[in-house]
Nanobody, 122 residues
Framework: HVQLVESGGDSVQAGGSLRLSCAAS?????????MGWFRQAPGKEREGVAT???????TYADSVKGRFTFSKDNTKNALYLQMNGLKPEDTAMYYC????????????????WGQGTQVTVS
């Protein structure tokens, strides 16, 4: 049974920081899969935030470059998204996703998804 479980979402003031986590289980191993963080604000299309490949290469959306850092811990089979300098426009539901293949920020290509964690910046 494949599971991706996000945590760490919260309400923060602009300029604040949050660290999101995603625990993977089942046959998804963060050391072997392409993993991504995506977000969706109310009334908007889902968008890619950051991805990390099996070999650890990262890609960031322009809107978060320099503020967000995506990392993974292969031993814990977990992912982390450190978000600094948060802005109101970062408010969204954040999702963790996985796929065998590297699709970059193209969210529609990812096969496995978590339930999401809410980030609200005021």
């Amino acid at each position: 049974h494949v599971q991706l479980v996000e945590s760490g979402g919260d309400s923060v003031q602009a300029g604040g920081s949050l660290r999101l986590s995603c625990a993977a289980s089942g046959y998804i191993y963060v050391s072997r899969y392409c993993m991504g963080w995506f977000r969706q604000a109310p009334g908007k299309e889902r968008e890619g935030v950051a991805t990390i490949t099996s070999d650890g290469s990262t890609t960031y959306a322009d809107s978060v470059k320099g503020r967000f850092t995506f990392s993974k811990d292969n031993t814990k089979n977990a992912l982390y998204l450190q978000m600094n300098g948060l802005k109101p426009e970062d408010t969204a539901m954040y999702y963790c996703a996985a796929d065998e293949y590297n699709h970059g920020l193209a969210w529609r290509q990812y096969q496995h998804w978590g339930q999401g964690t809410q980030v609200t910046v005021s």
